[in-house]
């Protein structure tokens, strides 16, 4: 079974729109992590924001925020005020704090911002 | 800011020939990851190293790889005998601890082999 699924291969949004990625999780472990990276086309991994199973709030980073439903298992990635510069690879990942430190990703999504 | 360097960035070799990639982390990071992304595919992991041994691995990680911190600052990953399928770009990546909220990686180095 798939530990983290990124159901959406494409997605396109317009400048200045908002984008939500979207990502669910499968895991009985009661402390884990969530993770989203950015991949450009130049393959360089970045990292943009990390949500705790254990966070009270909805982590935040800037433009980023993750939307994180842990009754739902879903941590949607909300991209606002989307830039060109935003076209990339998006890549959710989990950590399983029993299961060590290894992270898991998921397929990924590409993101195209038009002009 | 500190990063995380990888070397080469892009290395091509002949099938069965040894390989070695080489990765700096960030100075006062602890543990050294290594990753794998076959082109157009989702990044695996590879293996974790923490105080001078591998604390964990994957499936992936046989018998035909093996990684080590020869001084206080590099990290490698060797292949030997490569195969095509070990083609792919091979990410390091290091974390302060093992339960760290940010995991950086490297620029990654890209393996073709023919």
């Known amino acids: 079974a798939q530990k983290i699924t990124q159901t959406q291969p494409g997605m396109f949004v317009q400048e200045k729109e908002a984008v939500t990625l979207d990502c669910t999780y499968d895991?009985?472990?009661?402390?884990?992590?969530l993770f989203w990276y950015k991949q450009p086309s130049s393959g360089e991994m970045i990292f943009l924001i990390y949500?705790?199973?254990?966070?009270?709030q909805n982590a935040t980073e800037g433009r980023y925020s993750l939307n994180f439903q842990k009754a739902r298992k879903s941590a949607n990635l909300v991209i606002s005020a989307s830039q060109l510069g935003d076209s990339a690879m998006y890549f959710c990942?989990?950590?399983?704090?029993?299961?060590?430190?290894?992270?898991?990703f998921g397929k990924g999504t590409t993101l195209s911002v038009s002009s | 800011e500190p990063e995380v360097t990888q070397t080469p960035s892009h290395q091509v070799t002949q099938m069965g020939q040894e390989v070695i990639l080489r990765c700096v982390p960030i100075?006062?990071?602890?543990?050294f990851y290594w990753y794998r992304q076959i082109l157009g595919q989702k990044v695996e992991f590879l293996v974790s190293?923490?105080?001078?041994?591998?604390?964990?691995k994957s499936e992936i990680f046989d018998d035909q790889f093996s990684v080590e911190r020869p001084d206080g600052s590099n990290f490698t990953l060797k292949i030997r005998s490569t195969k095509l399928e070990d083609s792919a770009m091979y990410f390091c990546a290091s974390s302060v601890s093992g339960g760290s909220r940010e995991l950086f990686f490297g620029e990654g180095s890209r393996l073709t082999v023919l």
């Open positions: 990942a989990m950590r399983e704090n029993q299961a060590g430190t290894a992270l898991i």
């Open positions: 100075s006062n990071h602890l543990y």
């Open positions: 949500q705790g199973s254990y966070d009270q």
């Open positions: 895991t009985s472990d009661p402390s884990y992590g």
């Open positions: 190293f923490y105080n001078n041994e591998i604390s964990e």
